[in-house]
Every structure is written in structure tokens, then in C-alpha cells.
């Protein structure tokens, strides 16, 4: 696990900044600065990238407004701590086209008069799955090392004046590389359900079984193979 100051030394190191920051909340120096100035920011479309599952809430919304418009049947709160609104949690795990439940984000006039943020639905009672913005903790080390790259991509022609060596595009590199296994590591520390099959591989199983059993007329006619 690394903690945020972890992460900012990192980066620093990544570009070759041998001064460490003492604090990430209590520094002044112009290495702390300049991670103060990318640090929040960096983190945010990290965490956007991906459904990583220590960010990720479950939590039912709050209606706002019945028929908010001439499209939605509801508008419910968009949640407070939200980052990134992922989607309505369905009756399955994987979701197809078939049980993907829409929505939109938008803004309305509340009672008081004042515009909120929504999440427009024809959905009652939804639960919403999303990114949390919170960012008070330590971050898992695969997390921290892609975070600290993407990091160090953005401070590097600050610290070191005009970028001279390219480093910068050298962090894009390490930081696409660390992206992946972060994610990967991710992905292992659950277990899904197969996706459901597409129409057309459920149409190809039972053209293959027909053809087999010599009666592709009788279960595709008109020469249909799509249900």
C-alpha cells in the first residue's frame, strides 16, 4: 500500500528529482507544488479509466422528481461523492443490450429553485453503481505505481525545465504499461459470471444443431438464422 506523499516521491523519482516531498498536505516546495497542481487532477481520470473495485459504491439513489421531462419517468440525485456515474444495477451481473437499464445525467430545478445534478431513468428505486471521489486512504501498490507515472507525466517540464530529455513521453510509456497490470490485478480479485451470448452466436448453436439433426428448414425458415 502507498500513501499519497508515496505516490508524489515516486513520481518525483520517476523524472529524477532526488528531493523527496515531506508531506503531501503540508509542503512548499516546488516539487510539492508542482504535484499539488496535477496530483488531484491525475488521480480523478485514473480512476475514471476503469471500474476499480475499492471505488466502487452501490447505493440507492434518491428521487428528486417524478416525470421530469417528456423523455424519463424519474430523476434521482446524483450521488454527492460520485466521480463517475457507471450505471443502474440490473437484475444480472453482466449486462447485455438486452438488460442494460438507460439513463442520463442532466440537471433540474429543485423545490427550492436551485439546479442539481440528476441521473434521469424510467427505473423505480435504482441503485447506482459508481466511482467514489474520496481520496483519504492508501492506494494497493499496482494502483499507486500507474498512478505515480501518470503523475510524473504531467509534472516532468516543470521540474525539469522544458522537458530537455524527453522524459515525458517516456512516463506515457511506463504509465501505459503500469495501467494495464493495474488493471489486470484488478479484474483478478473477482469472480464474474460467463456474458450472456449475443443473438447471433445463440442463432449460430442452433443452426449448427438443426444442420445436425438435418432440419434447418423447419427451425430457420425463409432461410432466417436470426430470432
Same mark, same amino acid.
Given at each position: 500500500? =502507498?500513501?499519497?506523499?508515496?505516490?508524489w516521491n515516486? =513520481?518525483?523519482?520517476?523524472?529524477g528529482?532526488?528531493?523527496?516531498?515531506g508531506?503531501?498536505? +503540508?509542503?512548499?516546495?516546488?516539487?510539492?507544488?508542482?504535484c499539488?497542481?496535477?496530483?488531484?487532477?491525475s488521480?480523478n481520470?485514473? /480512476?475514471?479509466?476503469?471500474?476499480?473495485?475499492?471505488f466502487? *459504491?452501490?447505493?440507492t439513489?434518491a428521487?428528486v422528481?417524478?416525470? #421530469?421531462?417528456?423523455?424519463?419517468?424519474?430523476?434521482?440525485?446524483?450521488?454527492?461523492?460520485?466521480?463517475?456515474?457507471?450505471k443502474?444495477l440490473?437484475?444480472?451481473?453482466?449486462?447485455?443490450?438486452?438488460t442494460?437499464?438507460?439513463?442520463a445525467?442532466?440537471?433540474v430545478?429543485? =423545490?427550492?429553485?436551485?439546479? !442539481?445534478d440528476?441521473i434521469?431513468?424510467?427505473?423505480a428505486?435504482? !441503485?447506482?453503481?459508481?466511482?467514489?471521489?474520496?481520496?483519504?486512504?492508501?492506494? !494497493?501498490?499496482?494502483? =499507486?505505481?500507474?498512478?505515480?507515472?501518470?503523475?510524473?507525466?504531467?509534472?516532468? #517540464?516543470?521540474?525539469?525545465?522544458?522537458?530537455?530529455?524527453k522524459?515525458?513521453?517516456?512516463?506515457?510509456?511506463?504509465? $501505459?504499461?503500469?495501467?494495464?497490470?493495474?488493471i489486470?490485478?484488478?479484474?483478478r480479485e473477482?469472480?464474474?459470471?460467463?456474458?450472456? /451470448?449475443?443473438?447471433?452466436? $445463440?442463432?449460430? *448453436?442452433?443452426?449448427g444443431?438443426a444442420?445436425?439433426?438435418?432440419?434447418?428448414?423447419?427451425l430457420f425458415? +425463409?432461410?432466417? !438464422?436470426?430470432s
Amino acid at each position: 500500500m =502507498a500513501s499519497k506523499t508515496e505516490v508524489w516521491n515516486m =513520481a518525483l523519482s520517476h523524472i529524477g528529482v532526488a528531493t523527496n516531498v515531506g508531506s503531501a498536505t +503540508n509542503s512548499d516546495t516546488p516539487a510539492a507544488l508542482a504535484c499539488g497542481a496535477f496530483s488531484d487532477r491525475s488521480l480523478n481520470e485514473l /480512476k475514471r479509466r476503469h471500474q476499480w473495485q475499492p471505488f466502487t *459504491v452501490f447505493e440507492t439513489l434518491a428521487l428528486v422528481e417524478e416525470c #421530469p421531462n417528456k423523455i424519463y419517468s424519474f430523476a434521482y440525485a446524483y450521488p454527492k461523492d460520485c466521480l463517475f456515474f457507471r450505471k443502474i444495477l440490473s437484475e444480472v451481473r453482466n449486462d447485455d443490450e438486452s438488460t442494460r437499464i438507460p439513463f442520463a445525467r442532466g440537471r433540474v430545478l429543485n =423545490a427550492s429553485g436551485t439546479r !442539481v445534478d440528476v441521473i434521469f431513468t424510467d427505473h423505480a428505486e435504482p !441503485v447506482g453503481v459508481f466511482t467514489e471521489k474520496d481520496d483519504s486512504r492508501d492506494y !494497493v501498490d499496482d494502483f =499507486a505505481l500507474a498512478w505515480s507515472f501518470r503523475l510524473a507525466y504531467f509534472i516532468a #517540464p516543470r521540474l525539469t525545465k522544458g522537458d530537455p530529455f524527453k522524459r515525458q513521453q517516456a512516463m506515457l510509456n511506463n504509465f $501505459r504499461v503500469e495501467l494495464s497490470n493495474a488493471i489486470t490485478m484488478d479484474n483478478r480479485e473477482r469472480q464474474i459470471d460467463p456474458y450472456p /451470448k449475443s443473438k447471433y452466436e $445463440r442463432a449460430r *448453436v442452433r443452426f449448427g444443431r438443426a444442420n445436425i439433426a438435418g432440419e434447418v428448414g423447419v427451425l430457420f425458415p +425463409n432461410n432466417s !438464422v436470426i430470432s
